[in-house]
């Protein structure tokens, strides 16, 4: 538990950092998980910061985000391709073939084997090293909505409505919302070393809570990590407020 958003971002960045140089150090790669939204914001915002001021270099990242609308155009404004080359990509010096982000111009006959690559290409370079996530207040990660199953894969999901409302305001109106995302499953997400998730303000409390202190299932996506080995809740004060 962190006294302010910008604390706790600052310690992940830290924690990536250490992890990119020893892999540098050794000549090996490092593979990122990636996630979008409000919450990565001020962790993007210090790993650029920590390039250009600290010499960090992202030349052995390889990173995986994990979900985009379906469908959407890569220079959409609400797209999540654009938001990771606005954060973060074009800002660092990670190699432009190093990052993936689920395209959302697929061809819906094609989406299943697309998605089946995207795992096996995460598999492929190694496995997730690290994996970022925020939270829904549904509970989701990635766009796993409530039901996801835990063995689940890279998919097509239906987003839930409550999703929709709290990312309408990144839309003209709510009409303009996708209805569908492509997502990391679960199962991909359980499978990364480290599982880092972020959740800052009184808005994230009550599920924050639920996914802690709460039973492990999957009416909580995010409950499902106290299953994983190594997963941290990285969290500030006012999203600890619930916890008992
Ligand atoms: C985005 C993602 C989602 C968000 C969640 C919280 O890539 O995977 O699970 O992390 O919807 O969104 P924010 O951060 O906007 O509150």
């Known amino acids: 538990i962190h006294s302010s958003a910008k604390e706790g971002s600052k310690a992940i960045a830290q924690e990536i950092a250490a992890l990119i140089r020893e892999r540098q150090a050794a000549n090996q790669k490092c593979v990122l998980g990636l996630a979008t939204g409000s919450t990565p914001k001020y962790l993007y915002a210090e ?17 995986f985000n994990l ?26 010096d990670i190699p432009e073939g190093n990052c993936h982000v689920p395209d959302g111009t697929i061809p819906k006959e094609q ?3 697309y998605c089946e690559e995207y795992d096996r290409a995460i598999e492929a370079a190694g496995g997730i090293d690290i994996q970022i996530l925020g939270i ?13 199953n835990i063995n689940s894969h890279t998919r097509l999901i239906t987003l839930d409505n409550s999703t929709r409302l709290a990312n309408a305001y990144e839309f003209p109106n709510m009409s303009q919302v996708p209805r569908l995302a492509i997502t990391m499953g679960i199962g991909s997400i359980m499978k990364a070393k480290r599982v880092l998730l972020m959740a800052w303000g009184s808005h994230k409390a009550k599920i924050v809570c639920r996914s802690v202190e709460g039973h492990s299932t999957d009416q909580v996506p995010a409950s499902l990590l106290q299953q ?10 006012q999203a600890a407020a619930e916890l008992t």
């Open 111 to 113: 989406i299943k084997k």
């Open 136 to 148: 829904g207040n549904n509970g989701h990660i990635g766009f796993n909505e409530p039901g996801s």
């Open 228 to 237: 994983h080995p190594n997963c941290k809740f990285i969290i500030d004060e």
């Open 47 to 63: 790993l650029v910061r920590l390039h250009k001021e600290e010499g960090l270099s992202f030349k052995n990242v390889i990173s």
């Open 67 to 92: 979900d985009e609308y379906y469908p959407i155009e890569p220079d959409a404004l609400q797209s999540y391709n654009r938001f990771m080359k606005e954060h973060l990509f074009n800002h660092v």
